[in-house]
């Protein structure tokens, strides 16, 4: 089934039976500028999966198993909501007798039909995973059935309505990240949340810290006092870990050579790429991805 969109835009669904649609990542890493909607139903297992150039909102009615994100593991349970941003590693668990929806959201919908959700400006992704009271679950799962209903109907002409449904969804998962945000907030410096946010943003090509705390309007050692304070680590140590995890996400989600990531990275030399890896994570580039053989590579 497709349904325009909008400009250049198109849903894709698999019009099938609720309890019979399984997980099709082929499909999923042939969305471009659309989105996608998945009923979910029974066991999945995969390894080392990279997230498609999409926002995925994966909402759980019922589940077992664990779901890891980015090297993560989270335990998986009823009334969940699962988000994962583009480019991440995924590897999964799911048993049988899951139960819930999918939502794929492509960049480039959402830029171009969502302007005004939060996420146009999020970088990282600091909620994967967020539990929902019952009273909540009960009202964003009667938001997917009435997407699953406008998706299915073969008769549907009104595509804005659809849409109109997504947005809803949207707002909801908002709403609770929100809720999430501001609980957060009250409980660290408003320095960490923007040091955290200026690292994604300029990682690649600064690396000290001087940057970062003169963005801040701060000095090095107050950064690290803060960052030691409320995170447990040094202001360079968090500007590693994100180096760290960008080069295990490119070493297991493409097919770059090791000289390709680390030029990627900010590494004039292969072999300063991999003495900084072996020193962070006790292993070589080539280890590491050999070690994680069994890889499912999003539009490769």
């Not at 209903?149 to 008769?155: A, F, G, H």
């Not at 390709?260 to 003495?275: C, D, H, N, P, S």
């Not at 292993?283 to 069994?294: G, L, W």
Request: charged share 25%; with cysteine.
């Amino acid at each position: 089934m497709k349904c325009s969109i909008g400009t250049n835009f198109v849903l894709l669904a698999l019009n099938m039976p609720f309890q019979k649609i399984d997980k099709d990542l082929d499909l999923e890493n042939q969305i471009n500028e659309s989105i996608a909607y998945f009923p979910i139903a029974g066991a999945s297992t995969i390894s080392n999966f990279r997230a498609p150039d999409s926002f995925v909102f994966i909402f759980f009615e019922a589940a077992k198993g664990w779901h890891e994100i980015d090297f993560t593991k989270y335990p998986h349970g009823n009334n969940q909501i699962h988000i994962s941003f583009p480019g991440q590693i995924h590897s999964w668990d799911t048993q049988p007798g899951a139960r819930g929806h999918k939502l794929i959201l492509s960049k480039s919908y959402i830029e171009q039909m969502l302007p005004l959700t939060k996420f146009i400006g999020i970088r990282s992704n600091n909620f994967p995973v967020i539990e929902l009271l019952s009273k909540t679950a009960a009202k964003l799962s009667r938001e997917f059935e009435l997407l699953r209903e406008e998706i299915e109907d073969p008769e549907k002409k009104y595509s804005n309505i659809i849409h109109l449904r997504v947005q809803i969804i949207l707002d909801f998962i908002s709403e609770e990240m929100d809720i999430r945000q501001e609980h957060e907030n009250k409980n660290i410096h408003p320095a960490i949340p923007a040091f955290l946010q200026q690292i994604d943003q300029h990682f690649l090509k600064e690396k000290s810290v001087s940057f970062y705390a003169e963005k801040l309007a701060l000095t090095s050692n107050y950064l690290t006092t803060l960052t030691r304070q409320y995170l447990g680590a040094s202001a360079k140590e968090l500007i590693d870990i994100r180096l760290v995890l960008e080069a295990k996400r490119l070493l297991l989600g493409t097919q770059k050579s090791v000289k390709e990531i680390g030029y990627t990275l900010g590494f004039k030399e292969t072999l300063a790429f991999t003495a900084f890896l072996t020193k962070k994570i006790g292993k070589a580039p080539s280890d590491f991805r050999n070690q994680h053989n069994t890889v499912y590579r999003a539009g490769q």
